[in-house]
């Protein structure tokens, strides 16, 4: 059976299923990472949910594929990879849905305050101060989406559903969008009342949700993050939802994440989750079974599913 090495551990489903077909060598139980490496030089393979640094490819001298776990791979060195040769697949469009629908979720809980207004009830205040204060609603509400992509869409496609208006920006202009395009992110932040921030990490999207725009955004205006943390500003955002100049956030991705800081815990303006967007059964099954299908396909020299380069 051909080696591969797995970087961290991944859902078990692909870990049955890699031991299935190849010989697999666990490269975050080794105490010894140099040593590690260095017994891999065969190795034509690496299956990560963890991303995969230059310094393992250059470890592996035989590496062909590094098969990514996620639709984001930021994470895995891919300006090496390609100086390398080394090709590297992703899980895209089979988590979409899932992600979608937890922002609508996230979008609901919010404006409906559904969080804050379930521990109103379970803290027995309905009984003992009355009824809850007055909402706000999505219905009529303007969203900008910050890139229109695959998952970009389905979000589209969902708040369409809730009767909202869905607007977008990207780096270019999709010709056939139903939907009103703003060339810049600003500009698109001062009319809207939500911003949707859904495009992929890494350095050429650091910090594209500014101060700029979160003040054009504004104290009525609510920010989501689907995308990556490193996309805002945190502590800008954290001192902009505190003063009011900023109005609500619901955040899925944290910059230092799991860590972030807990001035957001106790904020009734903020919904929070731990990266769960794809987080389904069935979604993660999915995006497991394509790294697995990527993996085979390259061992039996038929073409990569979901290359990335
Ligand atoms: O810029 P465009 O027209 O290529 O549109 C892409 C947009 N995008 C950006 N928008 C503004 N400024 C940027 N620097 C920038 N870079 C990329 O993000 C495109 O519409 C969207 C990404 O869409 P997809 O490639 O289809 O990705 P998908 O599957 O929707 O996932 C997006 C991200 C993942 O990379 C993870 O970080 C997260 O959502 O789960």
């Known amino acids: 059976m051909d080696d591969l090495v ?9 870990g049955e299923a890699l031991e299935k077909n190849f010989t697999v060598h666990k490269y975050w139980e080794a105490d010894d990472k140099d040593a590690f490496l260095a017994s891999q030089k065969d190795t034509r393979f690496v299956a990560t949910a963890s991303g995969c640094s230059g310094d393992i490819m250059r470890a592996m001298p035989a590496l062909k594929l590094v098969a990514s776990f996620g639709v984001g791979y930021d994470s895995v060195d891919v300006e090496t990879a390609k100086e390398r040769g080394i090709k590297v697949t992703n899980t895209p469009d089979v988590l979409s849905d899932a992600v979608a629908e937890l922002t609508l979720g996230l979008m609901l809980s919010l404006c409906r305050r559904i969080v804050a207004s379930d521990k109103y009830v ?5 009984l003992a101060d009355g009824n809850y204060p007055l909402t706000s609603e999505l219905t009529g509400a303007t969203v900008g989406i910050l ?5 970009g869409k ?3 496609a969902r708040c369409q559903a809730f009767k909202m208006r869905v607007v977008y920006h990207g780096r270019t202009e999709q010709r056939f ?4 395009y703003y060339a810049d992110l600003e500009e698109m932040a001062k009319d809207v009342d939500w911003l949707v921030a859904v495009v992929p990490g890494g350095a050429g999207t650091a910090g ?3 101060r700029k725009v979160m003040n054009a955004l504004g104290p009525k205006g609510s920010l989501v993050n689907l995308g990556r943390g490193s996309l805002i500003d945190e502590p800008v955002m954290i001192e902009m939802l505190k003063s009011g100049e ?3 956030a619901a955040l899925d991705v944290f910059a230092e994440e799991p860590k972030m800081s807990e001035e957001l815990w106790a904020m009734d303006n903020v919904v929070l989750t731990p990266h769960s967007a794809s987080a389904t059964d069935k979604t993660r099954w999915g995006m497991g079974d394509l790294v697995v299908r990527n993996l085979l396909a390259h061992q039996s020299g038929n073409p990569l599913i979901t290359p990335v380069v």
């Open 154 to 156: 389905e979000i589209a």
């Open 246 to 248: 900023l109005g609500a």
């Open 6 to 14: 797995m970087i961290g551990p991944m859902l078990a489903s692909v």
């Open 122 to 126: 379970r803290d027995g205040k309905w």
């Open 147 to 151: 890139g229109l992509g695959r998952i």
């Open 177 to 180: 969008s139903p939907f009103p």
């Open 208 to 210: 594209l949700v500014n």
